[in-house]
C-alpha cells in the first residue's frame, strides 16, 4: 500500500473541485499540500485535468526534489516549496490562471476590500512584481509578500495568475474561490463607470467583531 495515498488523493479531490468551479483548466495552475512528515504532495507537470489520476499526485521535498512519482512535480513547484519553507502555518497552496485575477495583474490593479469575499482573505489583494514563472523567484517574492502581511491569504502574480493559501486544502480552496470571485464582482462593478466604494475600517472592525462572536 502506497504509504502516501491518502494525501495524493487528497490533492486530487481538491484539483478536481477547482476544475468544477472553472478556477483551472486544461493544464495550467498547480495545487499542493504539505505532509505530516515535512515532504510535499503536488500536482504533475504538464498532465491536462482530464486524464489526471490519484496516482499521478507527486511526492517533492522540501527543495522541490522528487522523492516519488511517474510525473515530474509541477513547474511552478518553487512557489510552493519557497512558501511552505518561511510560513510554517501553511500546509495547503493553490496556484490557479484565472480570467478576473490575471486581467487585474496586467494593469496592476490590486483588489480593494469591497465585500466579504475580499476581507476575509485578508484584503486588499495585492499584485506581486512581475517574475519568470517557473523561476525560484515567482517563490521568494510571494513568500516575502505573505511573511509582511501574515492575514494575508493569496496575491496576484503580475501577468501570470493566483495563489492561494492555507492552513489546509479546504481553506487554500475557499481562499482561492473568494478571491476570484471577488476579483468579478470588482470588475462588474467597475463597468458601470462609477467607481467602487471600499468597506470602511469602521464597517470592517463590526463585521469582524460580529463574525468572530458568532463563529
Ligand atoms: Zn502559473
Redesign the pocket.
Known sequence: MDRYFIYKQQVFETTMKLVGVDLIRIS???ISMRLPDGNIAITPSGISYDHMHPEDIVIMDINGKKIEGKYNPS??KA?HHEIYKSKPNTNAVI???SRYAIAFSTVTLELPVICLELLFVGGPIPIADYQC??TIA?GTSAAAIFNDRPDLKGLI?KN??MVAIGENLEAAYQNAYNIETGAEIYHIALQTGKNPVALTETQIKEILAHYNKTK
Open positions: 495550467a495552475g498547480n513547474s511552478e512557489l496556484h490557479t490562471h514563472p517557473g515567482v502574480l501570470h495568475g
